[in-house]
């Protein structure tokens, strides 16, 4: 089915900013929804951010207001912009690609992950 290749991660300050990229190839053609999920040892999975074909967009609640997701259905890419980044963001992000955002977590398929580190 879809390969997911993730890019963009990295260690930045409390404040700073990252793009997370991830880009889709082989068959997309039952992807209509595509989103970003973080993990950190010892917390679970989480929802950060997804986009259905539509446009229609979901947020976790802890990155309301500072995290965009954006699309190129072009290139079958998404865009995680991260702004004023906090200690609590370091994880592990993951794309996932899936026909509905509800979907996601069981039925997705995953990227191999991109690690954040928020530090001073």
């Known amino acids: 089915q879809v390969q997911l290749v993730e890019s963009g991660g990295g260690s930045v300050q409390p404040g700073g900013s990252l793009r997370l990229t991830c880009a889709a190839s082989g068959s997309a053609f039952h992807v209509y929804a595509m989103g970003w999920y973080r993990h950190t040892p010892g917390k679970q999975r989480e929802l950060v951010a997804a986009?259905?074909?539509?446009?229609?967009?979901k947020y976790g609640d802890s990155v309301k207001g500072r995290f965009t997701i954006s699309r190129d259905n072009a290139k079958n890419t998404i865009y995680l912009q991260m702004n004023s980044l906090k200690h609590e963001d370091t994880a592990v992000y993951y794309c996932?690609?899936?026909?509905?955002?509800?979907?996601?977590?069981?039925?997705?398929?995953w990227g191999q992950g991109t690690q954040v580190i928020v530090s001073a």
């Open positions: 986009i259905n074909n539509g446009g229609t967009t």
């Open positions: 996932n690609a899936a026909p509905f955002i509800a979907l996601m977590l069981e039925h997705g398929t």
